[in-house]
Nanobody
């Protein structure tokens, strides 16, 4: 099990940028696939991005390709999500998640451990 704490959310105008960070506890962080999800009010939690153990492979939801970048620093036990060109429809609570299993990295059920989330609000 790994404990995850997100930070970096806030209020930004459309077209702006935010950088989310997720700090993980535990010595086996580098063994986890890490993902970011988001959940808007009244909607289901949806996949945003994922990154492999080494950071050499990434995957993105179509709606963030070219705008968001996921990265990780295994020495610091952190995973980041750089979000550029934000739009009001990006408003949501963003969650960091961890899994050992690569079978379903694009689905929330594929992750075992979750952070508490950080709010991102994009104004028009």
């Amino acid at each position: 099990q790994v404990q995850l704490v997100e930070s970096g959310g806030g209020l930004v105008q459309a077209g702006g940028s935010l950088r989310l960070s997720c700090a993980a506890s535990g010595r086996t962080f580098s063994s986890y696939i890490m993902g970011w999800f988001r959940q808007a009010p009244g909607k289901e939690r949806e996949f945003v991005a994922a990154i492999s153990w080494s950071g050499g492979s990434t995957d993105y939801a179509d709606f963030v390709k070219g705008r968001f970048t996921i990265s990780r620093d295994n020495a610091k036990n952190t995973v980041n999500l750089q979000m550029n060109s934000l739009q009001p429809e990006d408003t949501a609570v963003y969650y960091c998640a961890a899994t050992y299993d690569a079978q379903a990295i694009g689905a929330a059920y594929g992750y075992e451990d979750w952070g508490q989330g950080t709010q991102v609000t994009v104004s028009s």
